[in-house]
């Protein structure tokens, strides 16, 4: 059935667009995928055939596309997993599939691969669990271990739970990664869409530390005046 889900995949396959994919994810020499390649099959047709093959695919078969050197093989095994995990209503099926997930994690290694299911799995599976993992995580010299961490607690934020994004963002402020200062603006702002109090309490304590970037997104949709009056911190 693997086979199947591979065929599937390379019939969808677009060389010309590929092309253009890899210029956007950045897959030059000493950027971000270095050496990363596409099939440029677009996100809806990979879900569609997660769908259709997700329960007849096992895990042992996802190690097969641990290390595929295409971009949508990698990005499938990991829908597959998030597709697993939230039909499972076995609470120990859901404790296998997070721990390979985990344990799996750097092979989870582009900012699309990480966004689409670290809040999925890391944030379900721990909702009522210590969480003291994501503080691991933040503090990773891998990239995407640390987006992991903070992407992860965008499900917490949902639920109103700001205390661990917060703590995780303060662990983050000086990385030098502007995919990290992205990731926690997209966390601030998200707080600030369930409680402006919490995300102005955060700014007026760590306006000096946060980074231009991450300062502006969060901002963005302040009204001019109190955005004016951030942003003269970092003229």
Known sequence: MLNN?????????????????????KTWKWQYWEGDI?????????????KKYFKQINIEQIRI???????????VWVLILVAKFENSKDNNEREIIYNFYLENS???NN???????????????????NKDILFKLAISNNLWQRRMAIIATF???RSWDFDDVINIIMILLEDKED?????????????????????????????TKLSRTTLRYAIEKFDNDRRNYYLKYKI
């Open 111 to 129: 900012w699309d691969l990480v966004d689409l299911s670290a809040p999925n799995i890391v944030w379900k599976f721990l909702l009522d669990r």
């Open 155 to 157: 499900t917490f934020i």
């Open 5 to 25: 889900l591979l065929a599937e995949l390379r019939w969808f396959a677009n060389k010309e667009k590929a092309q253009v994919l890899e210029r956007f994810f």
């Open 38 to 50: 596409f099939y440029w099959i677009i996100v809806p047709i990979q879900r569609t055939l997660v």
């Open 179 to 207: 995919l990290i200062h992205k990731a926690c603006w997209w966390m601030l702002r998200e707080i600030w869409k369930r409680d402006e109090k919490v995300l102005i309490n955060f700014l007026d304590k760590n306006i």
């Open 65 to 75: 596309l641990f290390d595929s050197k295409f971009h949508e093989e990698r990005l």
């Open 106 to 108: 750097l092979r989870v």
